[in-house]
């Protein structure tokens, strides 16, 4: 239960590591590891041998929450020139186009979860080629020796979506195998330093004014935040950050991502949740914020470095309508070249910010006890 926003929680690490007794932060900050692990598992995995059965006809992702993730981590990798679709399944059925000529990857990092054992043992049935990702001594790692398929193991490091490198990387090396995209080691190993350069900037001892994602979570409490992106590795992190509200604050977020935003979420602008009128400043992290409406539409616009060029004009010109209507907007900028550094980079400081909202709020981070109820639910129908 939230016990209402208090920004002293924020202000020295003793604090935050109080208010976070799983060390959900300690998990984030452990997505640098989580790549060169995962690395070295694929290898040890012998993933390399899908290759020898040559070039798919499509790569079916399942997985639901970060594991799903990993699927639009993939295609967005892969660009819009893949030599071959990348489709993510969400959900208990396999379409009926999928066969033998098609690989489909598992990816559970508990290994646990139904609908992607409902897929994958399909996909086995269907001869499709086959990749298994996550926990060891799993129903999905029983799965992969019954079905022959490769199986590579996450070390869990917490709750399922604190393992999304863990969870993603293989997929990405699967891809590389085959052909389909190009990540060397090299930028394997960039975008991990870019990660721990992230981890480093949100560490808990850094004072909210120096803090980027402390600074953030502290602008967005009370809002209702709108997260859009600016291109479709953004919108991979974007879909990330609404997720991750969720999870760790108990918090709502809207997903968008121009173009489609300013066909329909863009009227949000002049609805219920608009302020009304332009704040000062609604940027200024200084400023008195006592006239301020309770609850307000907030504007995050993950923007990354390599944008098509109208959609660079649409997002310019959707912020600057949100900050005329008086909407708080922040941005997040994509560091690095390759869309793999942007995508971690976004992901990273979003991590951080849901975090120490939660934190700001009162929430401990890790458990979810909502969704262990409707399991719970379910199981009884």
Same mark, same amino acid.
């Given at each position: 239960?939230?016990?209402?926003?208090?920004?002293?929680?924020? *202000?020295?690490?003793?604090?935050?590591?109080?208010?976070?007794?799983? /060390?959900?932060?300690?998990?984030?900050?452990?997505?640098?590891?989580?790549?060169?692990?995962?690395?070295?598992?694929?290898? *040890?995995?012998?993933?390399?041998?899908?290759?020898?059965?040559?070039?798919?006809?499509?790569?079916?992702?399942?997985?639901?929450?970060?594991?799903?993730?990993?699927?639009?981590?993939?295609?967005?990798?892969?660009?819009?020139?893949?030599?071959?679709?990348?489709?993510?399944?969400?959900? %208990?059925?396999?379409?009926?186009?999928?066969?033998?000529?098609?690989?489909?990857?598992?990816?559970?990092?508990?290994?646990?979860?139904? $609908?992607?054992? $409902?897929?994958?043992?399909?996909?086995? !049935?269907?001869?499709?080629? =086959?990749?298994?990702?996550?926990?060891?001594?799993?129903? =999905?790692?029983?799965?992969?020796?019954?079905?022959?398929?490769?199986?590579?193991?996450?070390?869990?490091?917490?709750?399922? !979506?604190?393992?999304?490198?863990?969870?993603?990387?293989?997929? =990405?090396?699967?891809?590389?195998?085959?052909?389909?995209?190009?990540?060397?080691?090299?930028?394997?190993? &960039?975008?991990?330093?870019?990660?721990?350069?992230?981890?480093?900037?949100?560490?808990?001892? &850094?004072?909210?004014?120096?803090?980027?994602?402390?600074?953030?979570?502290?602008?967005?409490?009370? #809002?209702?935040?709108?997260?859009?992106?600016?291109?479709?590795?953004?919108?991979?992190?974007? %879909?990330?950050?609404?997720?991750?509200?969720?999870?760790?604050?108990?918090?709502?977020?809207?997903?968008?991502?121009?173009?489609?935003?300013?066909?329909?979420?863009?009227?949000?602008?002049?609805?219920?949740?608009?302020?009304?009128? &332009?704040?000062?400043?609604?940027?200024?992290?200084?400023? #008195?914020?006592?006239?301020?409406?309770?609850?307000?539409?907030?504007?995050?616009?993950?923007?990354?470095?390599? $944008?098509?060029?109208?959609?660079?004009?649409?997002?310019?010109?959707?912020?600057?309508?949100?900050?005329?209507? /008086?909407?708080?907007?922040?941005?997040?900028?994509?560091?690095?070249?390759?869309?793999?550094?942007?995508?971690?980079?976004?992901?990273?400081?979003?991590? %951080?910010?849901?975090? %120490? =909202?939660?934190?700001?709020?009162?929430? #401990?981070?890790?458990?979810?006890?909502?969704?262990?109820?409707?399991?719970?639910?379910?199981?009884?129908?």
């Amino acid at each position: 239960m939230s016990a209402g926003l208090d920004p002293a929680r924020l *202000e020295d690490a003793a604090a935050v590591e109080a208010a976070d007794p799983a /060390g959900m932060l300690r998990q984030v900050a452990s997505s640098a590891a989580q790549v060169r692990e995962a690395q070295r598992a694929a290898a *040890e995995a012998g993933i390399a041998g899908l290759a020898e059965d040559g070039r798919p006809r499509a790569i079916v992702v399942a997985g639901m929450g970060a594991a799903g993730l990993s699927g639009d981590v993939l295609a967005a990798v892969c660009g819009p020139g893949c030599a071959v679709p990348v489709t993510t399944v969400r959900g %208990y059925r396999l379409p009926g186009w999928v066969g033998a000529a098609d690989l489909v990857i598992a990816v559970s990092g508990s290994g646990e979860t139904e $609908e992607t054992l $409902e897929i994958a043992a399909e996909a086995a !049935r269907r001869g499709c080629r =086959l990749l298994f990702v996550g926990g060891a001594d799993s129903q =999905l790692a029983a799965l992969s020796e019954r079905s022959r398929g490769v199986f590579v193991p996450v070390r869990p490091v917490g709750p399922p !979506r604190a393992a999304l490198w863990g969870l993603t990387v293989p997929v =990405l090396l699967a891809a590389r195998t085959l052909g389909l995209t190009q990540v060397p080691d090299e930028t394997l190993e &960039s975008t991990a330093v870019l990660l721990e350069d992230v981890a480093h900037r949100c560490r808990p001892s &850094s004072e909210p004014f120096l803090n980027p994602a402390k600074r953030m979570a502290l602008d967005l409490a009370g #809002d209702v935040p709108m997260v859009w992106a600016s291109s479709e590795p953004a919108a991979a992190a974007a %879909y990330r950050m609404c997720s991750q509200l969720n999870e760790n604050a108990k918090y709502p977020g809207i997903f968008g991502a121009v173009p489609e935003a300013d066909h329909n979420q863009v009227m949000a602008f002049d609805g219920f949740f608009a302020r009304g009128g &332009s704040p000062s400043d609604p940027d200024d992290f200084f400023r #008195d914020r006592t006239n301020d409406p309770e609850h307000a539409l907030h504007l995050v616009m993950m923007r990354d470095v390599d $944008e098509h060029p109208r959609l660079r004009k649409r997002s310019e010109a959707s912020t600057a309508m949100a900050r005329d209507r /008086g909407v708080a907007v922040t941005e997040i900028r994509a560091e690095g070249e390759h869309p793999l550094e942007r995508i971690a980079t976004l992901i990273a400081l979003a991590d %951080y910010v849901t975090v %120490y =909202l939660a934190i700001a709020l009162g929430v #401990d981070p890790t458990p979810v006890p909502a969704i262990q109820e409707l399991k719970a639910r379910i199981s009884q129908i």
